[in-house]
Nanobody, 124 residues
Framework: QVQLVEPGGGWVQAGGSLRLSCAAS????????MGWFRQAPGKEREFVAA????????YYADSVKGRFTVSTDNAKSTWYLEMNSLKPEDTAVYYC?????????????????WGQGTQVTVSS
């Protein structure tokens, strides 16, 4: 059974940094896409960043470009979202996701597996 577990998250003041991790178990994801999405209260879930497995490339939403960085550790089946210069508007529940095809990017429906979500709160 595939599981994506997201420890971490937490509270930080504006301008601070946090690193989220997502650990996969149940299969290997060496060629999969790995994405991050977030959902703020009262809003729809939105794309944040992704590592596209087939092209070995990273993509970011405009709102986080230059501040967030995705990385992967295939040996540990873990991927990370490094978040710097955090803003109050980054407050949300963050979800990691993985796909089977390696082509998923910013579309939620393209992902096959999801983490349980972790709360990130940025205070002003």
């Amino acid at each position: 059974q595939v599981q994506l577990v997201e420890p971490g998250g937490g509270w930080v003041q504006a301008g601070g940094s946090l690193r989220l991790s997502c650990a996969a178990s149940g299969r290997t994801f060496s060629s999969s896409s790995m994405g991050w999405f977030r959902q703020a209260p009262g809003k729809e879930r939105e794309f944040v960043a992704a590592f596209r497995g087939k092209s070995i490339s990273t993509y970011y939403a405009d709102s986080v470009k230059g501040r967030f960085t995705v990385s992967t550790d295939n040996a540990k089946s873990t991927w990370y979202l490094e978040m710097n210069s955090l803003k109050p508007e980054d407050t949300a529940v963050y979800y990691c996701a993985a796909d089977n095809s390696g082509w998923a990017l910013d579309g939620m429906n393209a992902y096959d597996y999801w983490g349980q979500g972790t709360q990130v709160t940025v205070s002003s």
